[in-house]
């Protein structure tokens, strides 16, 4: 039996305003960007790359719903949390809710910092999803292009996973903090006794 995959558009409009469809959240990671940061996984990916790290994330059923507020306070509920990484997922595609929450957590002193299957042209083109520009003028760092299964990278000084990525830094002051590498990996355990996997050949789904 066969099963329709439902319109992503279609999906997209059924998240309230002010809401993100989220796949997952941990606090303090070291393995998703500099220093200890929080991390936050969206819903909803078209590209199914082979390899994918997260294709319980492809999806753009709703997962979890979460309010652009929620998740800034807990973000800054954290105080070892030195910023935020948006992963996915792809956040582009929920970049107005994504820069409501990089704008108010960088007021509060923290970066922000996104991973993208799109490259930075597509984001800066006519074609690129509603807000991504936005978004993109909200980030301190930006790691952009698909994973390519063919072009991957096991190194423990690779920032990216497959060699198509770039890493694009907007902030200066942050250009001596590269100090993540794509081969980590990190286990998180939850109050509930779950997991959640993170870094290279990693999951935010909890196990």
């Not at 993100?20 to 936050?40: C, T």
């Not at 006519?126 to 936005?134: I, L, Q, T, V």
Request: aromatic fraction near 8%; proline fraction near 6%; charge should be negative.
């Amino acid at each position: 039996m066969s099963h329709l995959k439902k319109n992503p558009a279609l999906s997209l409009m059924e998240i309230p305003a002010g809401y993100l469809n989220i796949m997952g959240y941990v606090d303090e990671s070291e393995v998703n960007g500099p220093g200890s940061r929080a991390v936050v996984w969206v819903q909803g990916c078209l590209r199914e790359c082979s390899g994918c790290f997260n294709p319980a994330s492809w999806s753009f059923e709703t997962n979890q719903l979460i309010s652009v507020d929620s998740l800034v306070s807990k973000i800054l509920s954290h105080p070892r949390n030195e910023g935020v990484t948006f992963s996915g997922g792809e956040p582009f595609w929920q970049a107005p809710a994504l820069a409501a929450v990089a704008r108010r957590v960088k007021a509060a002193g923290k970066n922000v910092m996104s991973f993208t299957g799109f490259c930075v042209e597509e984001l800066q083109s006519k074609y690129a999803p509603a807000g991504a520009m936005d978004l993109l003028n909200q980030l301190d760092i930006l790691i952009d292009g698909p994973y390519v299964q063919s072009l991957a990278i096991h190194s423990p000084t690779s920032l990216v996973s497959s060699s198509n990525q770039r890493v694009h830094i907007f902030n200066p002051t942050l250009q001596q903090r590269l100090t993540w590498a794509s081969d980590q990996v990190e286990i998180h355990v939850m109050r509930d006794g779950s997991r959640i996997v993170t870094g290279y050949q990693g999951t935010a789904f909890p196990e």
